[in-house]
């Protein structure tokens, strides 16, 4: 079983930045790409931003490129991601879920159920 340690989260003002760190259980995590995805109150899980473990690919939803950037699940950081956050906006605000999965898929990496681990979620509120 994959356990997550979420931390990060909290209130910040538009054009503000957050750093979300995400810790997993490492050497179950091998080979995993690692994420995250966020939920806003009404609207269905948005996959955020993914990083794979042998070649450090990155994705990003349109809605977040040039502003976030994830970083970390190689070697020397196994099982471990930083999605850094800048250029806030209230649209940001969500949970954010820290998620896993072994198996893969280019095209369908922000679509949820092709996760098999998630953390508990941590909070990110964009409000003056």
């Known amino acids: 079983q994959v356990h997550f340690v979420e931390s990060g989260g909290g209130l910040v003002q538009p054009g503000g930045s957050l750093r979300l760190s995400c810790a997993g259980s490492?050497?179950?995590?091998?080979?995993?790409?690692i994420g995250w995805f966020r939920q806003a109150p009404g609207k269905e899980r948005e996959g955020v931003s993914c990083i794979g473990s042998s070649d450090g690919s990155t994705y990003y939803a349109d809605s977040v490129k040039g502003r976030f950037t994830i970083s970390g699940n190689n070697n020397t950081n196994a099982g471990a991601v930083v999605l850094q956050m800048s250029g806030l906006k209230p649209e940001d605000t969500a949970v954010y879920y820290c998620?896993?999965?072994?198996?893969?898929?280019?095209?369908?990496?922000?679509?949820?159920?092709?996760?098999?681990?998630w953390g508990q979620g941590t909070q990110v509120t964009v409000s003056s």
């Open positions: 490492g050497s179950t995590l091998d080979h995993h790409h």
């Open positions: 998620v896993a999965t072994h198996f893969f898929s280019t095209t369908a990496w922000a679509t949820p159920t092709g996760y098999a681990y």
